[in-house]
């Protein structure tokens, strides 16, 4: 499949067809800029309100061996408490749980 079908295909199995999708995925860390996105979102929904974040993955193990959940949950609290929060815009914040990872 070319990839614009691929991003079709997904966008509309997951309601975002309509959306401007920012998405970073792997093993979280501050290197990612997620702070900084979420930071950035009150301006970047002034010029597209259909934008929505997605945050997919699980903080890197190296920050949790030193700082457990601390950076996971630095960045949900900044998602809470973003300004872009009380606007009539549509943007979202979307991510799996900082914790999902698999015990197995």
């Not at 309601?15 to 996105?37: C, H």
């Not at 945050?55 to 920050?63: F, R, S």
Request: with cysteine; aromatic share 8%.
């Amino acid at each position: 499949m070319p990839v614009s079908s691929v991003s079709r295909f997904y966008k509309a199995q997951y309601d975002l067809a309509e959306k401007t999708v920012l998405l970073t995925f792997g093993l979280l860390s501050p290197n990612k800029g997620i702070e900084q996105v979420i930071r950035a979102l009150p301006e970047i929904i002034k010029v597209k309100p259909e934008t929505v974040y997605i945050v997919l993955g699980v903080t890197h193990p190296g920050l949790i061996r030193h700082e457990g959940e601390a950076y996971g949950f630095h960045c949900s609290n900044l998602q809470r408490n973003s300004t872009w929060k009380n606007t009539s815009s549509s943007a979202t914040v979307l991510s799996a749980p900082m914790n999902s990872r698999n015990s197995s």
